[in-house]
């Protein structure tokens, strides 16, 4: 094989990659325009709202739980149709207290304490514990350091009452400490078009979007049905979202209801999060690769696929492209097929950039001058790192698997607020 | 059997197979009947000093027959010779007499005398002198003293006293004699002007005639317009192929077009006049463009060097595959272009290796051309008149290229057969000696015509590939900036306001 045919496979593979998020990008936007045009036309009017059990586990939070159960008691819901279940997983620290403190203040707070023989065994392990307390039709999920928006809840729940094939409704979530350094403003950058490109992107044009791990309602049968939480898998939202559509279920993206959440203030911190994030998609695709063509939801091949690319393929591409370029500095592997590609390379970088921009304006007061500074940044820095990122992920799950290894949640830090 | 024994029979074995090996093959071709020069040396002079003195001098004479003169007792000449050229390395006229007394051809013949050619050691100079023009230098002259029946012709200076370096003697026979004791340049040039002069009622024009241009694109009407002329008037030409062409951006093989394949190869055929000469397109794969034309039945005799130069390595691997190149060395060094400029032709009788100088342009579309041409013949470079390489643009029109062999018809020159002499092509699958083919590898031969195949095929994908997705890029870029702008504009009444952060 020559540097030609490597060259063209390179520019295929990523290339495929970045045509779709181009089309999921102008999905984002129709869809925000749907919405825009149906305007607040949810009906969050209603004289009876079903019961809700809203679970948040909970390792280790006292920094940041006290304000989360205070957003949650705040939510715009019925009390008598609302539990809120706080799951202290094990914690070491003041986070147990705090809860009691709470659920012996207001009733609608139910305190849920994991014992060492069941608790400490990541999220997914919580969260099936925590359901077994739960008495809601319907389950909602938030992380410990979520502040949804007063009326997030009732969006959700009328966007699961509206349609019937409805398994689960995500809602948005924003970045509560985006403006504390260049870190956190990638990351609100990257949260904002990851939801427009992705989640309003694939739900416009084939009605899938994915469990983001909070802000999410689900129906407690169909959650039973399926067998609740993956405790195995380290992104048991994605590996879920798969579940509820083999169960025949649409999980629908309604970014009217919103939390914002705390992002990672240190690179050291992000990249243990991002790591484990990788690691639990890989985890996802072999997990499905195999049953690929037994899959009852066509649409679900091609969503494994797209994570198929963006973990193996797009990675492969720019490896290739990377070994080629050092290659061409040694005269080895000569690439002599024409093209426009210096053009090309042009319009990835400025694709990017609109693409991204396209997504910050859906939001009101995300379209600022410092904003395209920062994405014309991203490309060169934050960006690249996602190749580190998805090749130590790699790296951990091949160690892992050879030494036997359980998988282990690491649990993301917190940050004073 | 002692040491002395092995190393006697290792020498005859060698000698034995290299008389039977092509290269000698080669040799013995090159040495055809023809004009002679006798070329003299004392046993001083070096061996590369021999070399480069014989292969100069080829450039007057078919044959150059080298002689050791140290020890005359021993010295047998030659049956027939035309002139002689004695190399000295020390002063000794008593042994240019003796030469001429002993052999009565060379008593008959031209002599010209190089070399330490005067009693006093050599000098440090700074100027030269030859027909009215002064060049200055750095170098070392042997002076020469005159006597009444000497011409000086060449004159050279430290600025304080003159010396003759270059000098013609005429008592019944010519004899040249020219003081030259370092290789420099200038001094190079006067010697081979002089050497024309000298030799000059014995040397002959040649002219190798090129039909250039010719690609995948090119007409075979257009082609036969002007080599049916060339055969119809017995001229020997060589035919200037482009393997593979840049047509803006797409590249085409040659013998995409079959047609002109036909054509090429009854031109190019044993009873045709016509040889295929490959025109070098740098950064191209020389042994997949040889592999296209050899599996399409072309068989080139030389190679001519790409206007523009190659890299160092893409002029090695041209050294390794062809023996005959045409045209000046120009290679893209990392440090800048190194250029040599070859005003005569040069041959090496062992490696059957030859360069021919730089194809004089002639196009119709360039006035320019044909004021050139006709300068090289008329003007006072007597040594380059003897090898003139004319290259015709295959496009040029019927009445400029009657133009064209009427003015070359007034040179009385003779037309050079690429094929004629001594050469080689070698590759990894192929060798071609003096037009004898060997396929040696030909599943690597149809290898590398089917990646050729494959590639074209690639490059085209290539374009649609990159082309598209810039085109399809472009019109969703236009689009996001137009949906950017429309959702700035309608900002104030957009729905997704988040209530506001430092509240919470």
Same mark, same amino acid.
């Given at each position: 094989?020559?540097?030609?045919? #490597? @060259?063209?496979?390179?520019?295929?593979? #990523?290339?495929?990659?970045?045509?779709?998020?181009?089309?999921?990008?102008?999905?984002?936007?129709?869809?925000?325009?749907?919405?825009?045009?149906?305007?607040?036309?949810?009906?969050?009017?209603?004289?009876?709202?079903?019961?809700?059990?809203?679970?948040?586990?909970?390792?280790?939070?006292?920094?940041?739980?006290?304000?989360?159960?205070?957003?949650?008691?705040?939510?715009?819901?019925?009390?008598?149709?609302?539990?809120?279940?706080?799951?202290?997983?094990?914690?070491?620290?003041?986070?147990?207290?705090?809860?009691?403190?709470?659920?012996?203040?207001?009733?609608?707070?139910?305190?849920?304490?994991?014992?060492?023989?069941?608790?400490?065994?990541?999220?997914?392990?919580?969260?099936?514990?925590?359901?077994? $307390?739960?008495?809601?039709?319907?389950?909602?999920?938030?992380?410990?350091?979520?502040?949804?928006?007063?009326?997030?809840?009732?969006?959700?729940?009328?966007?699961?009452?509206?349609?019937?094939?409805?398994?689960?409704?995500?809602?948005?979530?924003?970045?509560?400490?985006?403006?504390?350094? +260049?870190?956190?403003?990638?990351?609100?950058?990257?949260?904002?078009? $990851?939801?427009?490109?992705?989640?309003?992107?694939?739900?416009?044009?084939?009605?899938?979007?994915?469990?983001?791990?909070?802000?999410?309602?689900?129906?407690?049968?169909?959650?039973?049905?399926?067998?609740?939480?993956?405790?195995?898998?380290?992104?048991?939202?994605?590996?879920?979202?798969?579940?509820?559509?083999?169960?025949?279920?649409?999980?629908?993206?309604?970014?009217?209801?919103?939390?914002?959440?705390?992002?990672?203030?240190?690179?050291?911190?992000?990249?243990?999060?991002?790591?484990?994030?990788?690691?639990?998609?890989?985890?996802?695709?072999?997990?499905?690769?195999?049953?690929?063509?037994?899959?009852?939801?066509?649409?679900?091949?091609?969503?494994?696929?797209?994570?198929?690319?963006?973990?193996?393929?797009?990675?492969?591409?720019?490896?290739?492209?990377?070994?080629?370029?050092?290659?061409?500095? @040694?005269?080895?592997?000569?690439?002599?097929?024409?093209?426009?590609?210096?053009?090309?390379?042009?319009?990835? $970088?400025?694709?990017?950039?609109?693409?991204?921009?396209?997504?910050?304006?859906?939001?009101?007061?995300?379209?600022?001058?410092?904003?395209?500074?920062?994405?014309?940044?991203?490309?060169?820095?934050?960006?690249?790192?996602?190749?580190? +990122?998805?090749?130590?992920?790699?790296?951990?799950?091949?160690?892992?698997?050879?030494?036997?290894?359980?998988?282990?949640?690491?649990?993301?830090?917190? @940050?004073?607020? | 059997?002692?040491?002395?024994?092995?190393?006697?029979?290792?020498?005859?074995? @060698?000698?034995?197979?290299?008389?039977?090996?092509?290269?000698?093959?080669?040799?013995?071709?090159?040495?055809?009947?023809?004009?002679?020069?006798?070329?003299? $040396?004392?046993?001083?002079?070096?061996?590369?000093?021999?070399?480069?003195?014989?292969?100069?001098?080829?450039?007057?004479?078919?044959?150059?027959?080298?002689?050791?003169?140290?020890?005359?007792?021993?010295?047998?000449?030659?049956?027939?010779?035309?002139?002689?050229?004695?190399?000295?390395?020390?002063?000794?006229?008593?042994?240019?007499?003796?030469?001429?007394?002993?052999?009565?051809?060379?008593?008959?013949?031209?002599?010209?005398?190089?070399?330490?050619?005067?009693?006093?050691?050599?000098?440090?100079?700074?100027?030269?002198?030859?027909?009215?023009?002064?060049?200055?230098?750095?170098?070392?002259?042997?002076?020469?003293?005159?006597?009444?029946?000497?011409?000086?012709?060449?004159?050279?200076?430290?600025?304080?006293?003159?010396?003759?370096?270059?000098?013609?003697?005429?008592?019944?026979?010519?004899?040249?004699? #020219?003081?030259?004791? /370092?290789?420099?340049?200038?001094?190079?040039?006067?010697?081979?002007?002089?050497?024309?002069?000298?030799?000059?009622?014995?040397?002959?024009?040649?002219?190798?005639?090129?039909?250039?241009?010719?690609?995948?694109?090119?007409?075979?009407?257009?082609?036969?317009?002007?080599?049916?002329?060339? /055969?119809?008037?017995?001229?020997?030409?060589?035919?200037?192929?482009?393997?593979?062409?840049?047509?803006?951006?797409?590249?085409?093989?040659?013998?995409?077009?079959?047609?002109?394949?036909?054509?090429?190869?009854?031109?190019?055929?044993?009873?045709?006049?016509?040889?295929?000469?490959?025109?070098?397109?740098?950064?191209?794969?020389?042994?997949?463009?040889?592999?296209?034309?050899?599996?399409?039945?072309?068989?080139?005799?030389?190679?001519?060097?790409?206007?523009?130069?190659?890299?160092?390595?893409?002029?090695?691997?041209?050294?390794?595959?062809?023996?005959?190149?045409?045209?000046? #060395?120009?290679?893209?060094?990392?440090?800048?272009?190194?250029?040599?400029?070859?005003?005569?032709?040069?041959?090496?009788?062992?490696?059957?290796?030859?360069?021919?100088?730089?194809?004089?342009?002639?196009?119709?579309?360039?006035?320019?051309?044909?004021?050139?041409?006709?300068?090289?013949?008329?003007?006072?470079?007597?040594?380059?008149?003897?090898?003139?390489?004319?290259?015709?643009?295959?496009?040029?029109?019927?009445?400029?290229?009657?133009?064209?062999?009427?003015?070359?018809?007034?040179?009385?020159?003779?037309?050079?057969?690429?094929?004629?002499?001594?050469?080689?092509?070698?590759?990894?699958?192929?060798?071609?000696?003096?037009?004898?083919?060997?396929?040696?590898?030909?599943?690597?031969?149809?290898?590398?015509?089917? /990646?050729?195949?494959?590639?074209?095929?690639?490059?085209?994908?290539?374009?649609?590939?990159?082309?598209?997705?810039?085109?399809?890029?472009?019109?969703?870029?236009?689009?996001?900036?137009?949906?950017?702008?429309?959702?700035?504009?309608?900002?104030?009444?957009?729905?997704?306001?988040?209530?506001?952060?430092?509240?919470?």
């Amino acid at each position: 094989m020559n540097g030609n045919v #490597i @060259f063209l496979i390179a520019m295929g593979a #990523i290339w495929i990659m970045l045509l779709y998020h181009m089309v999921l990008s102008l999905g984002g936007y129709l869809y925000s325009e749907k919405l825009e045009r149906a305007k607040l036309n949810v009906r969050l009017q209603r004289h009876t709202w079903p019961k809700v059990s809203i679970l948040i586990p909970a390792h280790n939070e006292e920094r940041v739980i006290d304000k989360t159960i205070q957003a949650m008691l705040m939510l715009d819901y019925p009390e008598d149709s609302l539990e809120i279940i706080v799951i202290n997983d094990l914690s070491s620290d003041k986070t147990g207290s705090m809860i009691d403190a709470y659920a012996s203040k207001y009733p609608q707070v139910i305190a849920v304490h994991t014992t060492k023989s069941l608790g400490g065994r990541g999220k997914s392990a919580a969260l099936n514990y925590g359901m077994t $307390y739960a008495s809601g039709e319907y389950i909602a999920v938030y992380d410990a350091d979520n502040r949804p928006e007063r009326l997030a809840l009732k969006y959700l729940v009328s966007g699961i009452l509206t349609q019937g094939n409805i398994g689960a409704v995500v809602g948005k979530f924003r970045v509560i400490n985006a403006s504390k350094n +260049l870190l956190t403003r990638f990351i609100n950058i990257e949260t904002i078009s $990851y939801q427009w490109m992705a989640q309003a992107g694939r739900w416009h044009w084939f009605k899938i979007s994915t469990i983001p791990g909070t802000n999410f309602l689900i129906r407690r049968s169909l959650l039973q049905h399926i067998g609740g939480w993956d405790e195995q898998a380290l992104a048991e939202d994605t590996e879920l979202s798969i579940r509820i559509y083999e169960a025949g279920y649409e999980i629908h993206f309604l970014p009217l209801a919103i939390t914002w959440e705390q992002e990672p203030e240190t690179w050291k911190v992000w990249l243990k999060q991002r790591t484990r994030w990788a690691r639990g998609n890989q985890y996802v695709i072999v997990k499905y690769m195999r049953f690929l063509m037994k899959l009852k939801r066509k649409r679900m091949f091609l969503d494994i696929l797209y994570f198929f690319f963006t973990y193996f393929l797009f990675l492969g591409g720019v490896i290739l492209s990377h070994v080629l370029f050092i290659c061409g500095l @040694f005269g080895v592997l000569p690439v002599t097929i024409p093209g426009p590609f210096i053009l090309i390379w042009v319009l990835a $970088y400025v694709l990017y950039v609109i693409e991204i921009m396209i997504t910050l304006a859906i939001e009101k007061t995300e379209l600022t001058v410092k904003n395209f500074m920062i994405v014309l940044l991203m490309y060169l820095s934050y960006s690249q790192l996602w190749l580190f +990122l998805v090749v130590r992920a790699l790296g951990l799950q091949l160690k892992d698997a050879v030494t036997k290894k359980e998988v282990k949640w690491e649990k993301t830090q917190r @940050f004073g607020q | 059997m002692s040491i002395n024994r092995y190393t006697l029979l290792f020498l005859a074995i @060698f000698c034995l197979v290299a008389y039977c090996s092509p290269i000698m093959g080669s040799v013995k071709a090159e040495t055809g009947d023809g004009d002679t020069i006798l070329l003299l $040396y004392q046993q001083e002079v070096s061996s590369s000093e021999v070399s480069r003195w014989s292969v100069r001098l080829k450039h007057y004479a078919a044959k150059v027959v080298e002689r050791e003169i140290t020890n005359l007792s021993r010295y047998k000449a030659p049956d027939s010779y035309v002139a002689v050229v004695m190399l000295m390395d020390t002063y000794d006229p008593s042994l240019i007499s003796e030469v001429r007394e002993r052999d009565a051809k060379a008593s008959a013949s031209p002599m010209i005398v190089i070399g330490q050619v005067g009693p006093s050691k050599p000098l440090p100079v700074t100027d030269l002198e030859y027909e009215d023009q002064v060049s200055y230098t750095d170098t070392r002259i042997s002076p020469i003293v005159l006597d009444d029946s000497m011409t000086a012709l060449a004159w050279a200076s430290n600025k304080d006293v003159d010396y003759v370096f270059a000098s013609r003697s005429s008592h019944g026979r010519s004899l040249w004699m #020219i003081g030259m004791t /370092e290789h420099n340049r200038q001094v190079e040039v006067i010697t081979m002007s002089i050497l024309s002069e000298a030799l000059s009622s014995i040397g002959y024009k040649e002219a190798l005639l090129l039909v250039d241009g010719i690609h995948a694109r090119t007409s075979v009407e257009q082609l036969a317009s002007l080599v049916d002329r060339l /055969e119809a008037h017995n001229v020997n030409y060589g035919i200037v192929v482009a393997p593979l062409t840049d047509f803006e951006g797409e590249s085409e093989w040659l013998t995409h077009n079959e047609d002109l394949i036909k054509a090429l190869s009854r031109y190019t055929s044993d009873t045709s006049l016509g040889r295929i000469v490959v025109k070098g397109t740098p950064g191209a794969n020389l042994d997949q463009e040889l592999a296209v034309l050899s599996s399409a039945g072309l068989y080139p005799t030389a190679y001519m060097m790409p206007s523009h130069g190659l890299s160092a390595k893409e002029h090695a691997a041209v050294e390794a595959s062809f023996s005959t190149l045409i045209g000046d #060395i120009s290679i893209q060094a990392e440090t800048g272009a190194e250029q040599l400029r070859l005003f005569y032709r040069l041959g090496v009788g062992m490696g059957a290796y030859s360069r021919l100088p730089a194809a004089l342009m002639f196009d119709d579309t360039n006035p320019q051309h044909e004021l050139n041409l006709r300068e090289a013949f008329t003007s006072v470079r007597p040594f380059t008149e003897a090898f003139h390489t004319i290259a015709v643009k295959v496009e040029v029109s019927s009445k400029a290229f009657e133009r064209l062999l009427v003015l070359l018809g007034k040179q009385g020159l003779d037309y050079h057969d690429l094929a004629q002499s001594a050469y080689h092509v070698r590759t990894p699958f192929m060798s071609i000696m003096n037009g004898h083919v060997e396929v040696t590898d030909a599943a690597l031969q149809s290898a590398l015509a089917e /990646e050729a195949r494959e590639a074209r095929g690639l490059d085209r994908f290539s374009l649609l590939l990159s082309w598209g997705i810039a085109g399809i890029v472009i019109l969703f870029l236009l689009m996001f900036v137009l949906f950017i702008f429309y959702m700035r504009r309608q900002r104030k009444v957009r729905l997704f306001e988040e209530e506001d952060v430092d509240e919470r």
